[in-house]
């Protein structure tokens, strides 16, 4: 079982950057995918999440209107498609595979540096 969160790097603020998160190795269509991330001497925080039907997103209050998430099961990857990044966005970001029955987050990828200069 795998997940590979990519995609990060250094942009300028305003910039844009589009985060995948590769699933391997179980039964990806089953199963809900959220986005975390975690700065520096922070807590880690949820950002976004797509359920296994994508039928419902959420988003952190503080990326609506510039975050947008979105799956595609033909390559079992999840795509995070982050805009109007702000220095506040720079953190390392997470992907993790919620079980929805369950209700819980089985596997986690090894996470992605985002940085965002100001």
């Known amino acids: 079982v795998q997940l590979q969160a990519c995609g990060g790097g250094l942009v300028q603020a305003g910039g844009s950057l589009r985060l995948s998160c590769a699933a391997s190795?179980?039964?990806?269509?089953?199963?809900?995918i959220g986005w975390f991330r975690q700065a520096p001497g922070k807590a880690r925080e949820g950002v976004s999440y797509i359920d296994n039907r994508d039928v419902f997103t959420w988003y952190h209050e503080s990326v609506k209107g510039r975050f947008t998430i979105s799956s595609d099961n033909a390559k079992n990857t999840v795509y995070l498609q982050m805009n109007s990044l702000k220095p506040e966005d720079t953190a390392v970001y997470y992907c993790?595979?919620?079980?929805?029955?369950?209700?819980?987050?089985?596997?986690w990828g090894q996470g992605t540096q985002v940085t965002v200069s100001s």
């Open positions: 190795g179980f039964t990806f269509a089953h199963y809900a």
């Open positions: 993790a595979a919620e079980d929805p029955e369950k209700r819980l987050y089985e596997w």
